[in-house]
């Protein structure tokens, strides 16, 4: 299945917005706190994720990409996608929505 295919099934949602505004403030490795824009937000495959950039992430032209869950009393809670394959759909659907065809990456 092809990414526009896939994306035919994403659907906008606003979990991180609603309650953070447009920014939110992660703490690294090294605690320190980094403001991270959040640039889109959208439900695939039963999964909510969430696409993020910091003014450093913004320098490169990248972004970082959660997986967004719940915590046992409902706070937004960001989870890595460690699974390869699964990274690559929710990043094809993000390069899709952002740059439509010939413009793509």
């Keep these: 299945m092809s990414a526009q295919s896939e994306w035919g099934v994403a659907e ?5 917005r609603d309650r953070y505004g447009d ?3 992660l703490t690294d ?3 320190e706190s980094i403001v991270h824009r959040i640039l ?13 950039q910091s003014k450093e ?4 032209k990248e972004v970082a990409i959660f997986k967004v869950s719940a915590s046992a009393d409902g ?3 960001l ?3 460690d699974d390869d394959d699964e990274w690559e759909t ?4 993000y390069d899709e929505m952002s740059f439509p065809g010939p413009d793509r990456p």
């Design 23 to 25: 920014e939110i403030e």
């Design 40 to 52: 889109a937000e959208f439900r695939h495959g039963g999964n909510v994720y969430a696409v993020l």
């Design 12 to 16: 906008p949602v606003r979990t991180l």
């Design 75 to 77: 706070e937004p809670m």
């Design 90 to 93: 929710v990043s094809e659907l």
């Design 79 to 81: 989870e890595t996608i």
């Design 57 to 60: 992430l913004a320098k490169e």
């Design 29 to 31: 490795e090294q605690d």
